[in-house]
């Protein structure tokens, strides 16, 4: 028998150190207001199990701080991450497989742009950013990750003990 709360944990920091990796392995992908973080596809984890909140979120954290991100980037960017595991993990409550890249791609879409207009200059018109970065969270969240989703469905069980 296992101790819960250490598979927990476990689970958490694996998935926040996988986070911060793939965010420096692909870091080149994003630029401007063109975003391709792929470690977002990682947002379908709370799909299968309560301990990626905390580990995408620290994740993100992370990788934002140890990226050289400003503190409003550090911040907004890591709670945007934060909702979109939270309304992922809602959705694995009701089944909804097929909505589980939504909240990720409309978190980061809605704030993302803000932090990159007010936080760091950007030139280009918030709506348009909106744009741009919704394009690159469908991407990444929305295929990459339903792929992840897809390939780690048939190994949940072995994986996350569910």
């Known amino acids: 028998m296992r101790n819960k709360k250490v598979t927990y944990m476990l689970q958490a920091a694996m998935i926040a150190a996988i986070y911060v990796v793939l965010v420096i392995i ?23 199990t309560l301990a990626a909140i905390p580990g995408l979120f620290i994740g993100c954290f992370l990788a934002n701080f140890l990226g050289g991100a400003i503190l409003v980037d550090i911040i907004f960017g890591s709670i945007a991450t934060l909702l979109g595991a939270v309304g992922t993990y809602l959705c694995s409550k009701i089944k909804a497989k097929w909505l589980a890249p939504l909240p990720p791609i409309i978190a980061n879409t809605l704030i993302v742009p803000f932090v990159l207009k007010y936080g760091y200059g950007a030139e280009e018109a918030v709506p348009y950013m909106m744009l741009t970065v919704g394009i690159g969270e469908v991407i990444v969240c929305g295929v990459l990750g339903m792929m992840l989703l897809f390939v780690l469905e048939k190994y949940k069980d072995k994986i996350f003990g569910n």
């Open 26 to 48: 692909f870091d080149y992908w994003s630029f401007g207001p063109i975003q391709f973080r792929v470690a977002e596809a990682l947002t379908i984890l709370p799909f299968f």
